[in-house]
């Protein structure tokens, strides 16, 4: 059975930083393109950033310059690094894998930026 485990979420000040990390249990896990997606309280889930199996990366606008996604494939596992967190940021952070029509989601880790 696969499974996407996030961590590295809890509580920062404004202005810091964190960096979730994604494990991930995939057979083939370079093949699958990784993305980043966040749902903040009363809102849809959203993306924040992808990238693909051969690095090309993308960020929502309210990211960019400010989080950066990574993988290392022998790991098997995708980064978020995030920096100059706003309280817009605070959020459930969801790691997704894809492959052609298949998908597997993790159960997410809690961002709360707050002073």
């Known amino acids: 059975q696969v499974q996407l485990v996030e961590s590295g979420g809890g509580l920062v000040q404004p202005g810091g930083s964190l960096r979730l990390s994604c494990a991930a249990s995939?057979?083939?896990?370079?093949?699958?393109?990784m993305g980043w997606y966040r749902q903040a309280p009363g809102k849809e889930r959203e993306l924040v950033a992808r990238?693909?199996?051969?690095?090309?990366?993308n960020y929502a606008d309210s990211v960019k310059g400010r989080f950066t996604i990574s993988r290392d494939n022998v790991k098997k596992t995708v980064y978020l690094q995030m920096s100059s967190l706003n309280t817009d940021d605070t959020a459930v952070y969801y790691c997704?894998?894809?492959?052609?029509?298949?998908?597997?989601w993790g159960k997410g880790t809690l961002v709360t930026v707050s002073s």
């Open positions: 990238i693909t199996s051969g690095a090309s990366t």
């Open positions: 997704k894998a894809e492959y052609q029509a298949t998908e597997y």
């Open positions: 995939l057979s083939i896990f370079s093949i699958y393109t």
